[in-house]
């Protein structure tokens, strides 16, 4: 399947390279996982807290930074993917733009120390978290759409 996946680096980061690849690698892993089955687009942004917040309060009115911001491009139900995905597909591209995420990589290497693990399992967790979201999964509470989406 060739999936487009568009990446912007702002963030300032040696290892941006290394984290880019896992990014992608894991974008791959969860729409395969999730049986996405025509080609799509996700737009990524690797940026840092200050940037983050700053779109954290311009769409979502929540003044502070966050680890990972997603837009999903459609409201899908989550396990059920479309059976026609032609009214999704951009007629340009012939691709479903599946939405775009926002990964503030200063705030992802705090939780990688905080947590023990490295860097690249956190973006990596960050990424499916946000691919998930891009497909219909959320969590506005602590129930059962929370437990859904942890056990994708």
């Given at each position: 399947m060739k999936h487009n996946i568009v990446m912007t680096c702002e963030a300032k980061t040696p290892d941006a390279l290394l984290l880019k690849r896992q990014?992608?690698?894991?974008?791959?892993?969860?729409?395969?996982?999730?049986?996405?089955?025509?080609?799509?687009?996700?737009?990524?942004?690797?940026?840092?807290d200050a940037s983050i917040r700053a779109i954290n309060k311009a769409y979502r009115n929540i003044d502070k930074a966050t680890d990972v911001l997603s837009f999903p491009m459609?409201?899908?139900?989550?396990?059920?993917l479309p059976e026609d995905w032609s009214e999704y597909r951009d007629p340009a591209t012939h691709k479903v733009?599946?939405?775009?995420?926002?990964?503030?990589?200063?705030?992802?290497?705090a939780q990688a120390a905080e947590f023990g693990h490295s860097a690249e399992r956190e973006v990596g967790?960050?990424?499916i978290h946000s691919v998930l979201h891009l497909l219909g999964?959320?969590?506005?509470?602590?129930?059962?759409?929370?437990?859904?989406?942890?056990?994708?």
């Open positions: 990014i992608r690698k894991c974008i791959l892993a969860a729409l395969d996982e999730e049986s996405v089955d025509v080609p799509c687009e996700i737009n990524v942004l690797l940026t840092d459609f409201e899908l139900t989550p396990g059920e733009p599946l939405g775009d995420m926002a990964i503030s990589l200063e705030r992802a290497k967790y960050l990424t999964y959320d969590h506005v509470d602590e129930g059962p759409m929370k437990k859904q989406m942890r056990a994708r």
